[in-house]
């Protein structure tokens, strides 16, 4: 097939959805597939000045202004960067506003997959990342936009049934939808054989040793809710006091969190270790994951604990609970306290047979679901069905070193 992939996420930037849109490219291309991916990195220096002059002209309006400027602004800019010539068989847009660009620009000639990675609802999304009063002009207006182009969207396929069941109620009648959750390399996450050694980035046994290690992987920001696990730390102190929590990441609660550990002396008990985008060898050292994010939708980090053989525990938060779906007891109800997840914690750490238990039905469950493989055949399947071609019998997962970055 030949697949053009859109998304407003450019290449470098960091987002799990331009991690996501990259890694499906290079595995269609492994399986034979041509693809193309345009973002505004595409566009021509001329094309671009003309739009921001539009988009600052419409700034001078005021926020609501600004707001109208910025999402009509992106919708041209991949409008204006497709390339025409091409005889695509299916468009896979990584937003809802690539897609409609992507609509307009071809004429509806081919179809558009639209994917959903948003965590709720895109438009109260943005109201929440930029922090609008909810009654305003331009937050009203972001998610009356992205409702208009949720109507607009004839293909969706959501990474989760979470995400689905929530953009249901927006599609159009008749719209076609499916499921593809994430997936990862579980052969490339496997833990390395007896001896083999520690692998890329900081070797957390030599760090800390001879201590539990509790770690958590994301943003440093308020939807990922690290400040819940500095909680859990705080009673977990009491019950465990060897154990150290581990958060990698950066963002803008960095500071918040640094002066949380300092107020309630966790400087030796919860560690920052910055941003590594080599994680394997961290989950292969760590003892159990926790994810804390009070938002998500297939969040990748948990799929790489569970394929690294690493014990999770995860708010029970959007489609999370999905991927925990053989062992309910490691799915938290978010207002659960953070002593009582501490409790959990020291009573696994304290029964490593009860922590293997917990690891290998985990395992067992996401091994043939959340496999770049299953993946990649389930996307596929969708874009044959949205281009009204037959199925075709599920490839066989390409060599990890065809997909290395």
Partial sequence: ??????????????????????????????????????????????????????RRGLGLLGPLGRRVGLELGQVAEIFCAIDRGPRYDVVNAQDVASGWAARLALRDRVPVVVTGHYNDHPGEEVVIQLGMP???????????????LLRRTRFFLGISEYALRLT????P???????????VDMAAF?????????????????????????LNIGQLEARKNQQYLVAVAV????????????????????PKLRALIAQHGLENDVVLLGYHTQVAALLHAADVYVHTAARENCPYAVIEALAAGCPVLALAAGGSPELLAATPEASIAQATAPAAV?????????????????????????????????????????????AGLGPVEAPAAPPAAAVAA
């Fill in 134 to 148: 909810p009654a305003s002009w331009a937050a009203r207006f972001e998610v009356r936009w992205y409702n208009f």
């Fill in 168 to 171: 249901q109620k927006f599609l």
């Fill in 342 to 386: 501490a409790a959990q914690l020291a009573g696994l750490l304290a029964n490593p047979a009860a922590l293997r238990g917990l690891q290998q039905r985990q395992y067992a469950y996401a091994r043939p679901r959340f496999d770049v493989a299953a993946m990649v055949s389930a996307t596929v399947a969708f874009y044959r069905q949205a």
């Fill in 235 to 254: 009673e977990l102190r009491q019950l465990h006091p060897s154990c150290v929590t581990v958060l990698v990441g950066k963002g803008e609660d960095e």
């Fill in 1 to 54: 097939m030949n697949i053009l992939l859109t998304s407003l996420q450019v290449p470098g930037a960091a987002s799990g959805v331009r991690v996501h849109y990259e890694r499906l490219g290079a595995l269609l291309r492994a399986q034979g597939h041509q693809v193309t991916v345009v973002t505004q990195d595409d566009l021509t220096p001329w094309v671009r000045r003309a739009i921001g002059a539009v």
């Fill in 190 to 214: 496997a833990p390395p054989a007896a001896g083999g050694g520690p692998g890329s980035g900081p070797d957390l046994r030599t760090l800390f040793p001879g201590r539990p290690i509790v």
């Fill in 173 to 183: 009648a008749g719209a076609q939808t499916a499921i593809a959750h994430n997936g």
